[in-house]
């Protein structure tokens, strides 16, 4: 069973920034895609940002220009990097791995974004 394990939220001004990561362990399998989503306040979760294997990136529009994921494929990890940060990002970000027709998700790590 993979393991998947975020860290890095925490309470940030508006325009702060943040590190996500997401350590993923306990498969043999290669991963497809990593990805990060989240769920803010009375919404539906969405996601933010993936990558896949062959390292192509995606972004939900509202995160362009102000996202980077990036992966560490030797280490099975992933990391979101947020800068500019606003209101409208505050949610509980999960990290999500896709190995063949298995999905896994993280616990999730609450970001704040709040003056």
């Known amino acids: 069973q993979v393991q998947v394990v975020e860290s890095g939220g925490g309470l940030v001004q508006p325009g702060g920034s943040l590190r996500l990561s997401c350590a993923v362990s306990?498969?043999?399998?290669?991963?497809?895609?990593m990805g990060w989503y989240r769920q803010g306040p009375g919404k539906e979760r969405e996601v933010v940002a993936f990558i896949t294997s062959g390292g192509s990136t995606n972004y939900v529009d509202s995160v362009k220009g102000r996202f980077t994921i990036s992966r560490d494929s030797a280490k099975n990890a992933v990391y979101l990097q947020m800068n500019s940060l606003k209101p409208m990002d505050t949610a509980v970000y999960y990290c999500?791995?896709?190995?063949?027709?298995?999905?896994?998700w993280g616990q999730g790590t609450l970001v704040t974004v709040s003056s």
């Open positions: 999500n791995v896709s190995v063949g027709s298995h999905r896994y």
């Open positions: 306990g498969s043999s399998f290669s991963i497809d895609a």
